[in-house]
């Protein structure tokens, strides 16, 4: 993983020039607190293993003049547009949701607004994924109608379908969500305008095997994983619902397909959603229901205006209609979101919960679908092995008594973990900290979380904890600490300390300095003291 700051860089490396450096790489580092997202665990499946972070002085770019391909030149016309796009009349929203949903720019839109389309239900549709690439498709099947009549053949019609969805992955970025999604599609489309392939399911594990087989480690991405979760529960899931309504009228007919095929996509990868996200959009179909039905118009329209400010044609009327629909879209996500009551906070499904959880949807699909005794039995002998499991976890976190000596930059925090209940130490004041604590919820069943007045020893047990801060008062009656946490760079002669109290750990957290902590770490080896540095492995734990 590479990083390179831009202060100073007169050349910003493109896409085919080389970066010349002669920094060594570094392990990456993983600064993790309970229930905290893993990033360099995340970053080990899918095969990257190091970091290496580069300033101006220290890089070489070499230009490479042979590039000029289509695949460069998509790229290039990608970033003329988006220059184009900043000097047209359109408002910040609208050029930052075009960017988004067009020019494939994940981050040209506010975290506070990707957050409120997270917990309305309908973020899927910021991320260039299947959902836009099918209405792409669709868009091209009846675009492209006259390639048909004018070469009356079905082969040059389709290849103009699927070299148009590459292109537009191409011109995007290629990401993996984007190629994941034109891969799938492309399948589709051949099943669909060749009229030769009927079976979506085959298509979509077809698809599914041969991006694994071109790039295993799709596997481990959340994005792969629920994109296909949600296209298999709109195959398989969605034809159940629907069955169980079938309106007369057009609009309500239109009305519930919508609904179900958010309902489909939702059961199937709810599971997985709790399971990464912990929270559930209680809202999801009220925000479906106002996006979704127009969403194809409004990509098309989006698309089309893309053409037009890239063609230098003015959009002056355009823009004033466009720009109104983008607020009231981003108003009407806005309030949903701000709806927190419905909005399901610190949900947790351990791994095995999650994997019973899908056995038990698969066995009660089949029972409905195939109508076998064996697949209602099976169904409800998962469901009290799903019981189990959920009463053998609750057991383990009623014995739960620990300490953790938490990483926060420039802070000493401390948590004593009981079965519900929380308590947080700190000299500094960490009314603020919501996320550590909201990590701890997502990992523990939680119901009070009370921050307490610090103190520099902790006794429990067969614990002594000793905080070693600024005051370098190391010298208590009755305490033989067998762990000494280092806080706030104490001005102290570490081995006479290590001298005087023999622990057996010693730690440093986020409020040292690095050239503090090497110090230090060079101390404990002399003696055989075990040293834990927060700084690089984030918390520890103590059980008590």
């Known amino acids: 993983m590479v990083g390179i700051d831009k202060k100073g860089l007169e050349t910003v490396p493109e896409n085919g020039d080389f970066v010349l450096t002669q920094v060594a790489t570094k392990p990456l580092q993983s600064r993790v607190n309970p229930g905290g997202f893993d990033y360099k665990a995340y970053l080990k499946k899918i095969k990257v293993y190091d970091q290496i972070n580069l300033s101006s002085e220290e890089i070489v770019i070499h230009k490479n003049n042979n590039k000029i391909n289509p695949l460069s030149f998509l790229r290039s016309v990608n970033s003329k547009i988006e220059k184009k796009l900043d000097h047209s009349p359109l408002s910040t929203a609208s050029k930052n949701l075009i960017k988004t949903l067009i020019l494939g720019k994940r981050n040209a839109l506010d975290q506070e607004l990707i957050q409120a389309y997270a917990n309305a239900g309908v973020i899927h549709i910021l991320a260039i994924s299947g959902l836009h690439i099918g209405i792409i498709m669709l868009f091209l099947g009846y675009a492209l109608k006259?390639?048909?009549?004018?070469?009356?053949s079905n082969g040059a019609y389709l290849l103009f379908i699927i070299a148009s969805l590459w292109s537009f992955a191409v011109f995007t970025g290629n990401s993996p969500s984007v190629t994941r999604a034109v891969t799938m599609f492309t399948g589709f489309a051949i099943g669909k305008y060749s009229h030769r392939i009927h079976n979506t399911f085959h298509l979509l594990v077809v698809s599914f095997f041969l991006l694994l087989v071109i790039y295993p480690p799709f596997l481990f991405k959340v994005g792969f994983q629920m994109s296909y979760l949600a296209v298999l529960g709109i195959i398989k899931i969605n034809p159940l619902i629907q069955q169980l309504w079938r309106p007369r009228f057009f609009v309500l007919r239109r009305f519930w397909e919508i609904t179900c095929v958010c309902l489909a996509a939702q059961i199937a990868v709810a599971p997985l959603s709790i399971f990464y996200f912990h929270?559930?959009?209680?809202?999801?179909?009220?925000?479906?229901?106002?996006?979704?039905?127009l969403f194809g118009l409004f990509l098309i329209v989006s698309l089309l205006l893309v053409v037009l400010i890239g063609l230098k044609i003015e959009i002056g009327l355009i823009s004033v209609g466009y720009d109104s629909i983008v607020y009231m879209m981003n108003e009407a996500v806005l309030w949903i979101a701000n709806q927190e009551h419905f909005l399901f906070q610190n949900m947790r499904l351990s791994l095995i919960s999650l994997v019973t959880i899908y056995t038990l949807m698969i066995l009660i699909y089949g029972s409905i679908k195939f109508k076998k005794i064996n697949y209602v039995i099976g169904a409800f002998a998962t469901i009290i092995i799903l019981q189990m499991i959920l009463f053998l976890e609750k057991w383990e976190h009623s014995k739960i008594n620990q300490l953790w000596l938490l990483y926060q930059h420039e802070k000493t925090l401390i948590a004593h973990h009981t079965p519900n209940k929380l308590l947080l130490y700190s000299p500094q004041d960490i009314s603020g900290e919501e996320r550590v604590i909201n990590d701890f919820k997502n990992k523990y069943p939680i119901d009070e979380v009370e921050i307490k007045t610090f103190?520099?020893?902790?006794?429990?047990?067969?614990?002594?904890?000793?905080?070693?801060?600024?005051?370098?008062?190391?010298?208590?009656?009755?305490?033989?600490?067998?762990?000494?946490?280092?806080?706030?760079?104490?001005?102290?002669?570490?081995?006479?300390?290590?001298?005087?109290?023999?622990?057996?750990?010693?730690?440093?957290?986020?409020?040292?300095?690095?050239?503090?902590?090497?110090?230090?770490?060079?101390?404990?080896?002399?003696?055989?003291?075990?040293?834990?540095?927060?700084?690089?492995?984030?918390?520890?734990?103590?059980?008590?």
């Open 455 to 544: 103190k520099n020893t902790f006794v429990r047990n067969e614990t002594e904890l000793l905080v070693l801060d600024e005051r370098v008062i190391y010298k208590i009656p009755n305490i033989q600490p067998t762990h000494l946490l280092l806080s706030n760079d104490p001005k102290v002669n570490l081995d006479r300390v290590l001298a005087n109290i023999q622990p057996t750990k010693v730690i440093a957290d986020g409020s040292n300095p690095p050239w503090s902590i090497n110090r230090w770490k060079k101390s404990c080896e002399k003696r055989n003291i075990s040293f834990v540095n927060l700084r690089e492995q984030g918390a520890y734990k103590i059980n008590l």
């Open 279 to 293: 929270q559930f959009p209680g809202l999801f179909l009220l925000s479906n229901w106002l996006v979704i039905p």
């Open 146 to 152: 006259p390639i048909m009549w004018i070469t009356k």
